[in-house]
């Protein structure tokens, strides 16, 4: 591979990189987990083994990273007070190496898309938490219905 295919190939891999931390602003502008840094060097990380998949015609390697990109999201994943957190944050970790794969790929359109797609996405907490709040608010209204276990006067 002569000097313009690699200096190709690093172009593609820090395009990913960039993609990565736009993504990763927006999760540290929140105060959530993977942020610039982790997010550009899991995008980055996949695009560079996306290269390495490309360059040898083995899909093998892009199945690895799939693979192991869904652990280290699984790594982020905790529960507390019995509710899961982190959950967005693996998804987010996830969708990264697929971006990195994209752009690996020579396929950045896809891959810019998918960036913004995915800010747009992560922007959209509120939205999400007001759904939630109303069902909640919703449930607490919902006059409960005498069970097996439960007499009539129990609230």
Do not use: N, Y
Not at 5 to 34: C, D, K, N, Y
Not at 85 to 92: E, N
Not at 116 to 122: C, D, F, N, P
Not at 138 to 144: C, D, I
Request: glycine share 12%; aromatic share 4%.
């Amino acid at each position: 591979m002569d000097t313009a295919e690699q200096i190709q190939l690093v172009a593609r891999t820090l395009a990913a990189m960039l993609l990565g931390a736009v993504v990763g602003a927006e999760r540290e502008f929140r105060g959530h987990e993977a942020g610039v840094r982790t997010s550009a060097l899991v995008c980055g990380g996949a695009a560079l083994f996306g290269v390495v998949d490309v360059m040898f015609k083995d899909s093998r390697v892009a199945a690895g990273v799939v693979q192991g990109v869904g652990f280290l999201g699984a790594g982020v994943i905790f529960q507390r007070r019995g509710e899961a957190r982190g959950i967005t944050t693996a998804s987010t970790i996830w969708v990264l190496a697929g971006i990195g794969l994209a752009m690996a790929a020579d396929l950045p359109i896809v891959a810019v898309a998918t960036t913004v797609i995915v800010v747009v996405l992560l922007e959209l907490s509120a939205v999400s938490d007001a759904i939630r709040h109303v069902g909640e608010e919703l449930e607490h209204q919902r006059p409960r219905e005498p069970g097996p276990d439960r007499h009539v006067d129990d609230p």
